[in-house]
């Protein structure tokens, strides 16, 4: 369970207001992108512009990362410097250092020529390295891309990166200098630079009127999520209410960032706008499943309890919708149950509440209740150093199905599986348990201390004899 501080008392804590004082004007980098906004009901990774969107052979950090639109207007006042900018820490014409995800040359690009496990999923900046974590930065996400012998970092997504400075109370281009730019004498909107965790299946509320007071015209919010609402756009695995209002509450089904972006116009026709990302952290393991298959396809996800090799479907070796939900049986592998909030949200919140407690594992999602909806099997307390195996069975419908399996350990993304271009190929054969085409996908051990999981180390399951590609087959049904 998340505990969470008042959105006041963070916002009190999180957003810096103030013109900085400085000397270097504008001459701060910054990424020449849209810093990951979206419009709502539109999946996506975070938005912005990706690495491969940036000349890679350019080893120019000013070019890489332009500076900010010169202001053309009149200084009204002298307090804006920034009087001690945090260098950009760029390593021009040098190679990155591997593993760190960060972009060392400044060439756009973050771990180019750097190996790694096809599916790991590591966080990533795509700015000057000497900016991460200054500001509204944060880091967005990248996942390695499989390409025979070596496997390589794809794009970096998500997050927030450098932007031009704006007057929001807020360390745009994260120089550690909010509003340096000469039009901040006056500010009047403060947006946050952290916003509290969120829960899974929770409502999550946001008051515009945090961050600005004065008289409004119109409000509009939208929310951009992870990766299976890329898949799944334009349907959305979260709902809005009061899009068009002060007040946003959204309600997420899934793990990850959400990047939420509100625009405000003032009463005298000004517009502002404020970007900032939402962490939901579901704890434990979180195994997430989606597709780009609906209609009456149902695809289903299979987790393995550790310690045993038995054949799939197997009671109570396997979790899956006959023994993990709510309403149907009982995977017990002899773990304890755990607090209500963590599934009482869930499309099976009614019964789970009449038990009182939430199973551990379990199933929150069965997508054949509504199809295209993402699935998810939960072990909140897992077993340290234990290893679990996912697997997804093609159940019923017809035509090739393009599954997606993201594995989270701790609140954070570990691993995607299926994600383009790395897709599924020959999932094609539905049959139930019996003869329904298995992909097995991966094997998580977990890391576990005092009650609470920090991680984990994924390993892709490839079909036998094989170092790379999916094991897809009908036959055999063993582990």
Same mark, same amino acid.
């Given at each position: 369970?998340?505990?969470? /501080?008042?959105?006041?008392?963070?916002?009190?804590?999180?957003?810096?207001?103030?013109?900085? @004082?400085? =000397?270097?004007?504008?001459?701060?980098?910054?990424?020449?992108?849209?810093?990951?906004?979206?419009?709502?009901?539109?999946?996506?990774?975070?938005?912005?512009?990706?690495?491969?969107?940036?000349?890679?052979?350019?080893?120019?950090?000013?070019?890489?990362?332009?500076?900010?639109?010169?202001?053309?207007?009149? @200084?009204?006042?002298?307090?804006?410097?920034?009087?001690?900018?945090?260098?950009?820490?760029?390593?021009? +014409?040098?190679?990155?250092?591997?593993?760190?995800?960060?972009?060392?040359?400044?060439?756009?690009?973050?771990?180019?020529?750097?190996?790694?496990?096809?599916?790991? $999923?590591?966080?990533?900046?795509?700015?000057?390295?000497?900016?991460?974590?200054?500001?509204?930065?944060?880091?967005? *996400?990248?996942?390695? &891309?499989?390409?025979?012998?070596?496997?390589?970092?794809?794009?970096?997504?998500?997050?927030?990166?450098?932007?031009?400075?704006?007057?929001?109370?807020? %360390?745009?281009?994260?120089?550690?200098?909010?509003?340096?730019?000469?039009?901040?004498? $006056?500010?009047?909107?403060?947006?946050?630079?952290?916003?509290?965790?969120?829960?899974?299946?929770?409502?999550?509320?946001?008051?515009?009127?945090?961050?600005?007071?004065?008289? !409004?015209?119109?409000?509009?919010?939208?929310? =951009?999520?992870?990766?299976?609402?890329?898949? /799944?756009?334009?349907?959305?695995?979260?709902?809005?209410?009061?899009?068009?209002?002060?007040?946003?509450?959204?309600?997420?089904?899934?793990?990850?960032?959400?990047? &939420?972006?509100?625009?405000? !116009?003032?009463?005298?026709?000004?517009?502002?706008?404020?970007?900032?990302?939402?962490?939901?952290?579901?704890?434990?393991?979180?195994?997430?499943?989606? *597709?780009?298959?609906?209609?009456? =396809?149902?695809?289903?996800?299979?987790?393995?309890?550790?310690?045993?090799?038995?054949?799939?479907?197997?009671?109570?070796?396997?979790?899956?919708?006959?023994?993990?939900?709510?309403?149907?049986?009982?995977?017990?592998?002899?773990?304890?149950? =755990?607090?209500?909030?963590?599934?009482?949200?869930?499309?099976?919140?009614?019964?789970?509440?009449?038990? +009182?407690?939430?199973?551990?594992?379990?199933? %929150?999602?069965? *997508?054949?209740?509504?199809?295209?909806?993402?699935?998810? &099997?939960?072990?909140?307390?897992?077993?340290?150093?234990?290893?679990?195996?996912?697997?997804?069975?093609?159940?019923?419908?017809?035509? !090739?199905?393009?599954?997606?399996?993201?594995?989270?350990?701790?609140?954070?993304?570990?691993?995607?599986?299926?994600?383009?271009?790395?897709?599924?190929?020959?999932?094609?054969?539905?049959?139930?348990?019996?003869?329904?085409?298995?992909?097995?996908?991966?094997?998580?051990?977990?890391?576990?201390?005092?009650?609470?999981?920090?991680?984990?180390?994924?390993?892709?399951?490839?079909?036998?004899?094989? *170092?790379?590609?999916?094991?897809?087959?009908?036959?055999?049904?063993?582990?």
């Amino acid at each position: 369970m998340v505990v969470r /501080l008042s959105l006041p008392l963070v916002l009190a804590l999180a957003v810096a207001v103030g013109c900085g @004082p400085s =000397t270097t004007g504008l001459g701060d980098d910054v990424a020449d992108d849209d810093g990951g906004g979206g419009d709502s009901g539109n999946g996506g990774d975070g938005g912005g512009e990706d690495a491969s969107d940036v000349d890679a052979d350019n080893t120019d950090a000013t070019t890489a990362y332009p500076d900010a639109m010169p202001f053309d207007g009149t @200084p009204t006042c002298n307090d804006w410097q920034c009087a001690n900018p945090i260098p950009d820490g760029c390593m021009v +014409g040098t190679s990155d250092i591997c593993g760190d995800g960060l972009d060392n040359n400044c060439n756009g690009e973050v771990d180019e020529g750097c190996t790694c496990t096809a599916g790991a $999923v590591q966080p990533c900046f795509l700015g000057p390295p000497g900016h991460r974590g200054q500001g509204a930065c944060v880091d967005g *996400s990248q996942t390695c &891309i499989e390409a025979g012998e070596f496997d390589f970092w794809g794009p970096c997504v998500g997050g927030i990166r450098p932007q031009p400075e704006t007057c929001d109370s807020v %360390d745009n281009d994260c120089n550690g200098c909010a509003d340096d730019n000469p039009a901040c004498c $006056v500010v009047e909107l403060a947006c946050p630079t952290s916003m509290p965790e969120g829960d899974p299946f929770q409502p999550y509320v946001i008051d515009g009127t945090m961050f600005y007071s004065g008289a !409004v015209q119109s409000w509009s919010w939208t929310v =951009t999520g992870g990766p299976c609402d890329q898949l /799944l756009a334009p349907n959305v695995s979260f709902t809005l209410q009061g899009q068009n209002t002060s007040q946003l509450t959204f309600r997420p089904t899934l793990s990850g960032d959400y990047t &939420i972006t509100v625009t405000i !116009v003032a009463a005298d026709g000004t517009v502002y706008t404020c970007t900032f990302i939402v962490h939901i952290r579901g704890p434990g393991l979180r195994i997430e499943m989606c *597709s780009d298959r609906t209609g009456n =396809t149902d695809i289903d996800l299979h987790l393995h309890r550790p310690d045993s090799t038995a054949n799939w479907f197997t009671t109570p070796d396997t979790c899956y919708y006959a023994n993990c939900k709510a309403g149907g049986g009982s995977a017990n592998w002899g773990y304890a149950n =755990t607090p209500l909030i963590n599934c009482s949200g869930g499309p099976e919140g009614a019964l789970w509440t009449l038990l +009182g407690y939430c199973r551990n594992p379990r199933l %929150d999602v069965d *997508s054949i209740f509504d199809l295209g909806v993402p699935e998810n &099997i939960n072990v909140d307390v897992p077993q340290n150093g234990k290893t679990y195996r996912v697997m997804v069975n093609y159940y019923s419908g017809t035509g !090739v199905a393009r599954p997606m399996i993201n594995i989270y350990c701790g609140g954070r993304l570990r691993a995607t599986y299926g994600q383009a271009p790395d897709l599924v190929d020959g999932f094609d054969q539905s049959g139930g348990n019996s003869s329904g085409d298995l992909w097995r996908v991966a094997d998580v051990t977990t890391t576990v201390v005092g009650g609470v999981t920090t991680d984990c180390a994924v390993a892709p399951i490839h079909p036998p004899g094989m *170092s790379s590609g999916y094991w897809v087959a009908t036959t055999p049904r063993t582990y």
